[in-house]
């Protein structure tokens, strides 16, 4: 009888063994996910960085179809400049954008041309201050936060910072000629400038820009490195392209325009 007891626990106690992970085990495992983890962030970052872009470049095209259509409503004209409340170059340009209630409260977050302003990789904010390659720029209250800014030669009517007459465009489509060439709208720091090509170039500021309100400097306020060491910018003829830094002052901001070679220090 004994025996039988003695045969029937040998042959139960394997059934009824419970087996677990060990502490050496789990340290594998949560090492092979940390390795894991350390191979994919890097590709998945470089993939939210590319969506980002792609994202950007379709506002700008917005943008730049706005600002086309505009003209085509108006004789080829451009909006004047224009800093009295609601009548900024984004306000008028929002109804050919899709949002006639923009220039109303152009601060809200949901609307139409609040969404398109905003480049994925520039943080929104609520506080009035300058932009950066990683912040948007945002001016006065209830005027709007965004993360382009305009060319502003393309705004001839400009009384309030008057700028030499023979640089402007007179008309949108008199830059048609070196369209490929002649930025609209691009990322940057601020919400226009009047870039010339003999601006300067300021070292370690590509992730501030340079936004002095002066001649000379207003280049900087496109240079930020918000896409890798470049910006995306939208042109005249309707294109839009990755633009590197070095390569801002090839274009042909205005019409006197001497494209010039430079190194980024």
């Given at each position: ?60 095209r917005q943008l730049n179809i706005g600002m086309i259509s505009y003209a085509d409503a108006n ?44 480049c994925p990789e520039a943080t929104r904010s609520d506080s009035l201050q300058w932009g950066s ?64 090509n003999n601006d300067v170039v300021l070292p370690g500021r590509y992730q501030s820009g340079w ?55």
């Amino acid at each position: 009888m004994g025996q039988d007891r003695e045969s029937i626990r040998r042959f139960r106690a394997p059934m009824a063994r419970k087996h677990g992970f060990t502490l050496v085990e789990l340290l594998v495992v949560i090492g092979i996910i940390a390795v894991l983890i350390g191979i994919l962030m890097p590709a998945l970052g470089k993939a939210r960085k590319s969506a980002n872009a792609v994202a950007c470049m379709s506002n700008l095209r917005q943008l730049n179809i706005g600002m086309i259509s505009y003209a085509d409503a108006n004789k080829g004209f451009t909006m004047p400049f224009e800093e009295t409340p609601g009548n900024y170059w984004h306000h008028r340009l929002a109804p050919y954008v899709g949002d006639k209630r923009y220039a109303g409260d152009a601060d809200a977050a949901e609307k139409i041309m609040s969404r398109v302003m905003l480049c994925p990789e520039a943080t929104r904010s609520d506080s009035l201050q300058w932009g950066s390659a990683s912040t948007a720029w945002h001016y006065a209250s209830g005027e709007g936060v965004g993360a382009y800014g305009l060319n502003l030669w393309l705004l001839p009517k400009n009384t309030s910072y008057p700028q030499p007459a023979g640089r402007y465009w007179p008309k949108l489509f008199s830059a048609k000629g070196g369209g490929t060439e002649v930025p609209i709208v691009a990322d940057s720091m601020w919400v226009g400038s009047w870039p010339d090509n003999n601006d300067v170039v300021l070292p370690g500021r590509y992730q501030s820009g340079w936004g002095y309100h002066q001649d000379g400097y207003f280049m900087g306020r496109f240079v930020i490195a918000r896409h890798g060491q470049a910006i995306n910018v939208g042109f005249v003829d309707g294109s839009v392209r990755r633009v590197p830094l070095a390569d801002l002052w090839l274009l042909k901001w205005h019409r006197a325009s001497q494209p010039r070679q430079v190194t980024l220090p």
